[in-house]
């Protein structure tokens, strides 16, 4: 993939965390460490974009999802999450 230089500003504590990945061989250069990190972003706005399409999707073809709606889902995924840990820590 062909490399395009650019300038940027960046809040310093960000550029001490991008030299001491470097300092510690978790990346090869600020470069590097800050495109990853661009990537990243530009995966997770790409599967945002996706995921609020497949919601509009299903709002349009069952309505809104209420308030109450996204509490209950997170209380039973809280449930969920909960039970996984208890089962892991009686296998381990």
Do not use: C, N
């Given at each position: 993939?062909?490399?395009?230089?650019?300038?940027?500003?960046?809040?310093?504590?960000?550029?001490?965390?991008?030299?001491?990945?470097?300092?510690?061989?978790?990346?090869?250069?600020?470069?590097?460490?800050?495109?990853?990190?661009?990537?990243?972003?530009?995966?997770?706005?790409?599967?945002?974009?996706?995921?609020?399409?497949?919601?509009?999707?299903?709002?349009?073809?069952?309505?809104?999802i209420t308030d109450e709606e996204i509490a209950?889902?997170?209380?039973?995924?809280?449930?969920?999450?909960?039970s996984f840990r208890a089962a892991a820590r009686?296998?381990?």
């Open positions: 993939m062909q490399k395009q230089r650019v300038t940027v500003t960046v809040d310093e504590p960000l550029v001490d965390a991008a030299a001491a990945a470097v300092r510690e061989g978790r990346a090869r250069s600020v470069s590097e460490w800050i495109g990853e990190a661009m990537a990243q972003r530009h995966d997770r706005d790409q599967r945002l974009a996706v995921l609020s399409r497949l919601v509009a999707e299903y709002e349009a073809e069952h309505g809104f209950d889902q997170a209380q039973r995924d809280r449930d969920a999450a909960a009686q296998a381990g």
